[in-house]
């Protein structure tokens, strides 16, 4: 017997052996595990723990409001009600996910594919699956909420446009901040999710109309349920921006050009401040403040038209017959023509082997300066631009602001193109040649210019040839009406042109709206004097053989564009205008009688009745 207890104690040392190396490296990977949990992963846990208890909810700003520059409101903020769900609540109550959906009519796979995409979503951070529902949702949701552990239904600031798309181009539009707008954004650090300035006023004014977003920390049961509020923090709104458009001055400009397409800017010539712009057609800005779907996007973006585009300061096109203006400057400022140097019009130019023809078949005969801008006279300035030679006519044009942006603060401004023969060296490597000057010198040929370009041309002369920054916004305002910020009228330069030559063109715009013969005669008030210039760009060339009366049969996309600038009173210039018909035949007959309204406006004029035609300005309805 004691041997064998002798045996078992022996078999039990050697037991015992294995057991206190088996003790030690089962303590031993327990005390490793732990120093990893604490150690490595101490604060990521910490933080894990405390948002399964503790969440923080934001509470984002209400944005800066913009108002015309009576105070009249354009843009502001309403509430909202958008519905998120927290995906780690999810996994302990999956049932939450189907029930959401089926009150709101979403499938369970759109609601899981918003929750996927979310990649650098922080752990127990909410995620958005529906914006502003109605009430009957929010009633549905509310009444069922103790059920739907992990469902919120939270209260946010939606950006309002009351007119529709009432200078849509101008304000802009807002869309969520996306990856490469988080990455720049140091300075003013935006959240997943946030509402961020994309195009116009919005965007450009960005710093100014957001404010400084609050939170909240609320307390959660371990089902997700909300238990009470631990502290919070009060959002600040944005400021108020007083733009520099009259509400009632684009609202007439806009009606003014019905179904058609196009552009129209309205400036004040002495202090720069843009009082309309209008880009049609445009779209609503509300389409992209309530997140704007897939299938009205395409429709946007492949729009023929081009609604998205701000054509008042993108859109290039040819100058057409307005830019006759600067070729007359050139003539008079080089001396080579004066007000009296006479040229012959047959109806057209014979040069090379090839007939450069004016807009009135018979020809106006032996006609000078005045009565040439008067009635448009192409073969007249096509005279004049030989003479005067392309690089003489290029300089005059950038005196003007022609061939660079003017510096609005508005994104994506487009320069122009104003040619010279360096300017085609350096682009296609072969020379100029004399015949493309009779072109450029009516406003065709490689010559680009963007509305507001056309715009300040006529506002520099009108203003004694000084150029003011176009400007769109005039001041910046706290909530409690303090001034933050003005912008008082900036000048740029003043055009190197005498008065004299300044006097005689401004003459001859007073004459082309109000002499019996004058192509903008349907411009003409009875109260004041107006003064300016129709246009007629040519978007393809025309055959030798082709009439005029052929261009109402011709493709859509193939007729001419109507261009017609202005200022008035003619003594004493308060509004110049720039407007721009796509597609729209002459600027006399499309382009005018559109200026002619929001002049009458702004100036607080009865509107006339339209002028009875005479016999002889029938045929001005061809003129360019």
């Known amino acids: 017997m004691m041997e064998l207890n002798t045996q078992r104690m022996e078999d039990f040392k050697g037991i015992y052996k294995y057991l206190l190396v088996f003790v030690g490296v089962a303590f031993f990977l327990i005390f490793i595990r732990l120093w990893f949990l604490q150690v490595i992963k101490g604060s990521e ?87 502003d529902i109605d009430w009957n949702e929010l009633a549905l949701l509310e009444s069922n909420r103790v059920h739907l552990p992990g469902l919120i239904v939270d209260v946010r600031p939606r950006r309002a446009y009351d007119y529709g798309d009432l200078a849509s181009h101008l304000i802009g539009y807002l869309g969520e901040v996306d990856e490469k707008e988080l990455k720049q954004s140091r300075e003013a650090p935006y959240r997943m999710g946030a509402q961020i300035g994309k195009y116009g006023v919005e965007y450009r004014w960005e710093n100014d109309l957001r404010g400084v977003d609050g939170g909240r920390q609320i307390e959660v049961d371990a089902l997700g349920r909300e238990i009470r509020p631990i502290g919070i923090v009060e959002p600040f709104p944005g400021n108020n921006l007083f733009l520099t458009i009259d509400l009632d001055l684009q609202r007439t400009a806009e009606e003014a050009y019905q179904d058609k397409n196009g552009a129209l800017i309205a400036m004040d010539p002495k202090t720069g401040y843009i009082l309309a712009m209008v880009s049609k057609p445009s779209f609503e800005p509300d389409t992209f403040a309530r997140n704007i779907l897939p299938e009205e996007w395409k429709s946007l973006v492949e729009n023929p038209y081009h609604p998205l585009q701000n054509k008042g300061i993108q859109g290039q096109y040819p100058a057409g017959s307005v830019f006759k203006i600067i070729t007359a400057i050139a003539g008079l400022e080089s001396g080579m023509i004066t007000p009296d140097t006479p040229f012959t019009c047959t109806g057209a130019f014979h040069y090379g082997n090839r007939d450069f023809r004016c807009w009135k078949e018979g020809g106006h005969g032996a006609i000078s300066l005045h009565r040439a801008i008067v009635e448009s006279c192409d073969s007249y300035f096509y005279q004049v631009g030989l003479k005067v030679g392309v690089d003489l006519i290029a300089h005059y044009a950038n005196e003007f602001g022609l061939g660079r942006a003017t510096g609005i603060s508005l994104p994506h401004e487009k320069q122009g193109t104003v040619p010279s023969s360096s300017w085609k060296k350096k682009r296609f490597g ?82 082309a709206i109000n002499d019996p013969h004058g192509t903008g005669w349907t411009c003409a008030l009875k109260e004041v004097k107006v003064a300016g210039k129709t246009g007629t760009a040519q978007v393809v060339r025309m055959p030798e053989n082709f009439k005029k009366e052929d261009r109402n049969r011709m493709p859509l996309k193939f007729r001419d564009h109507a261009w017609f600038v202005a200022y008035a009173p003619f003594e004493d210039p308060r509004i ?49």
């Open 576 to 624: 110049s205008i720039a407007v721009l018909v796509e597609h729209g035949g002459f600027g006399a007959s499309a382009a005018a009688p559109i200026a002619k309204k929001v002049i009458e406006k702004y100036l607080n004029l009865n509107p006339s009745p339209p002028l009875k035609m005479t016999e002889k300005q029938s045929d001005l309805d061809y003129a360019d």
């Open 430 to 511: 072969v020379p100029w040649y004399s015949g493309e000057t009779l072109s450029f010198s009516v406003g065709q040929g490689y010559l680009n210019a963007t509305p507001l370009q056309l715009l300040m041309l006529i506002s520099g002369v009108a203003n004694a040839g000084k150029l003011y920054l176009p400007q769109v916004v005039e001041k910046v305002e706290d909530i409690y009406g303090r001034k933050l910020k003005e912008y008082p009228p900036v000048e740029l330069r003043r055009a190197d042109v005498s008065e004299k030559t300044l006097q005689i063109v401004q003459e001859a715009l007073r004459g």
């Open 45 to 131: 846990l910490r933080r894990l723990s405390e948002n399964n208890c503790i969440r923080l909810r934001e509470n984002p700003a209400d944005r800066g409001m913009l108002l015309d520059r009576k105070g009249r409101i354009l843009a502001h903020n309403r509430p909202s009600f958008e519905v998120y769900l927290v995906p780690e609540d999810l996994k302990i109550n999956p049932g939450v996910l189907i029930k959401v959906g089926a009150m709101l009519n979403m499938t369970q796979g759109e609601i899981e594919e918003k929750i996927k995409a979310q990649k650098r979503r922080a752990p127990f951070k909410p995620v958005k699956i529906k914006s």
